[in-house]
Structures are given as C-alpha cells and as structure tokens.
C-alpha cells in the first residue's frame, strides 16, 4: 500500500454505499450581521415612541451647538420652552406661522397621495398671490366682494399653474419633478417684472404692489395679531381629511397611490383622480399665497413665499400626507421658525446657524421614520 504524499489534496468522504459524501466543516466563530427588515405594521405606540425620540434627539443636538456658540443652558431653557409656552405673544406667532404652513403641507400632501411629486408649490403660491392682487390692482368687481374674489382668483392660478405639468405627466410621460421645479423660476421671475414695472408702489416707489384696501384684507380675530387665515387653514385641513380619508375619492386615491394600472383595469377613473388631485393641490398653494399676502404682508411682495414649497413638502412627508398630521408638524415647523427668529433678534446667532439648528431638527425627526418603517435584527 503507498501513502498518500503530505500535500496530496484530501479525498471525499464515502458514505457506506460508495458515493462521495460532504465532509462537516467547523463554523467559523464570527460577530455576526445586522439584517433589515421591513416592517409590515407598527403600532401607534411604536410611532409615537420613534418620533418623540427623534424629536428629543434632535433637540439635544441643537441646543449642545448653541451653548457651543456661547448660549448657556439657562436661558435656552427660559427662551424655547418657557417663554414659547407660556408667552400670549409667542403662541400667536407660532400659530401665524403654522397656517399658511399647514395650507402648503396640505397642497403637498394631497398631490403626493397620487403619486404625483409637486415640486413646484412656490410657483403656485406666487401664481395664486399675483391672480388675488390683480383683483386688487385692476379694481375687478365690486369692493365689498373683492376678497372672495382673490380667494376664488388664488384657487384659479394655482391649479392652472399645475395644470401643464400634469397633463406633459399623464399624456408624455414627462417628468413633473422637472417641470413644476421649472416652472417655479418662471413665476418668481414674471413675479419680478410685474413689482419692477408696473405693480411697483407708486407712493413708495419700492418693488411691492401697493397696499391693500381694508375690505381685501384678511380680518384680525381680535387675539394678538391672528387673523382670519387662521380659521381658513382648520377649514381646509378639516374638508381635506373628509376627502382623503372618508369620501370615495380618498379611496379611489389610495388606489392611485397604491397600484394605479390595477385600478384602470378595473375600470377606475385613476386618470381623473390623478387629474382632480393635482388640481387641488396647486388650488390651495395658491390659497396659501393668498392667506400670506391679504393676512400677513397685506400687498404682494418679493419674498413672501420664499421657503414654504420645501416646507409644505417635509410637513408632507413628515405627517405621512394625512390631514391631521399636517396640523401637528405645521405647529411644530412654525415653532422652529418662530424660535429662529428669537434667536437672531436676541443672541445674535446667524441666519446659517438658525438653518443648520432647524435642519438637525427635522433630520433627526425625519430619520425615525425608518424605524417606523423598519427592523433591525442581528444575526449570528
């Protein structure tokens, strides 16, 4: 019998029948791996839990970068919880900010509903303010009617302002991202030459129309400086729950979201769902370039709707494009606003510093949704 060399490569084990059979290897001892899986449904206490961590994570970080930037922890507490909370004058600042916001994540959230990414809420909000002051400008009807009539002319420009690209979408296939983004630049652009030309002030002679009567302004409540723009935004937030979750169209749109082709092969009307949505969507961004320009501003002016379009997109995102949510993130986006301001009035942080503070906010809230969404499992 001849042995086998030492390097020969070792042969198959053979089972009692002959065949070659596969020798056991040792497991190799090792950490392990994290494995994601998608989580199929999450309790409403699970939610809450997520997003109230993320929120406080999100806090922590900011206010460890303001006391790194000399604010101490006293007056951060004082300034951003007591004082917000407690102070008449801060509440109503919140809520001024919180409706024309809510209006914006409401637009965004309904256009989202069919799938339909409407990048381009800043151009129907201009849309929309620019068709209200030329009822003002042009003296169009009656007074006593002119500020229904820029209600009505606000809903009319921003729809039409979305109509193009869903149609180029529904009948090309083009892209809406890219058109409702483009078309942003082409309103603030025709915005420009009307309040450098012939929408300019003539008693001031600065670049906003001119200010509007006391009938085409939104009226104050009587409670700090609110005014009716407040109690629109319930209304339409209210009428756009009814929509979404109650009526038939909610249901048809969550099919749209869901599968549309299955819905067209049963017959559906998901075009016109489509169609209708969107619709809706640029009525009441433009009702929101209404609500700032007759209740805020009370005139068109250059920036007014400078920041709300990506705004009134986080807020949809955020609040899982239901009408409630909305609410709840448009007060909470509106208190970071208002927060920002106190403290570029007070401790003179930069403007760059209050972005950076509001966007570590939002990140940290924004990433708990994965854990919504998500398991995480580790594997050995």
């Not at 001119?210 to 085409?216: G, R, V, W």
């Amino acid at each position: 019998m001849i042995d086998a060399p030492p390097d020969a490569a070792p042969q198959p084990a053979r089972d009692g029948a002959g065949q070659a059979g596969t020798a056991p290897t040792a497991r190799r001892p090792g950490w392990g791996r994290l494995s994601v899986e998608i989580r199929q449904h999450a309790s409403p206490s699970l939610q809450a839990a997520s997003l109230a961590g993320g929120l406080i994570a999100g806090l922590a970080c900011a206010a460890a970068i303001l006391v790194a930037a000399g604010v101490g922890l006293s007056d951060l507490v004082q300034e951003f919880i007591v004082s917000i909370v407690t102070s008449p004058e801060s509440i109503a600042a919140v809520l001024v900010q919180a409706a024309p916001l809510a209006i914006v994540g409401l637009a965004a959230a309904v256009a989202f509903r069919v799938r339909f990414w409407n990048i381009g809420i800043e151009g129907q909000m201009i849309s929309g303010a620019i068709a209200a002051t030329a009822i003002s400008v042009e003296d169009i009807g009656p007074p006593s009617l002119h500020l229904p009539l820029m209600f009505a002319a606000a809903a009319l420009g921003g729809a039409g302002w979305i109509l193009g690209p869903v149609l180029l979408r529904l009948r090309i296939g083009l892209n809406e991202i890219i058109s409702t983004l483009l078309l942003n630049y082409v309103a603030f652009n025709f915005l420009l030459h009307l309040l450098y030309g012939t929408w300019r002030d003539p008693q001031s002679n600065f670049p906003n129309s001119q200010l509007f009567d006391a009938s085409e302004q939104l009226a104050e409540l009587g409670w700090q400086n609110l005014t009716w723009a407040l109690p629109l935004a319930l209304v339409l937030l209210i009428a756009g729950w009814w929509a979404l979750s109650v009526s038939r169209f909610g249901f048809l749109t969550r099919i749209a979201e869901a599968n549309p082709r299955m819905g067209q092969a049963q017959g559906l009307p998901i075009t016109r769902v489509i169609i209708a949505a969107t619709l809706a969507s640029g009525a009441l961004a433009g009702i929101a370039g209404f609500a700032i320009c007759a209740g805020t501003e009370h005139r068109l002016t250059q920036s007014f709707a400078t920041g709300y379009g990506f705004s009134g997109i986080l807020i949809a995102f955020l609040a899982r494009n239901s009408a409630p949510g909305v609410l709840v993130v448009a007060l909470f986006v509106g208190t970071l606003f208002v927060a920002g301001q106190s403290l570029q009035v007070f401790y003179q942080i930069p403007a760059s510093t209050v972005q950076l503070l509001q966007a570590v906010i939002v990140l940290w809230v924004a990433a708990s949704d994965f854990v919504i969404r998500h398991r995480l499992r580790w594997l050995r």
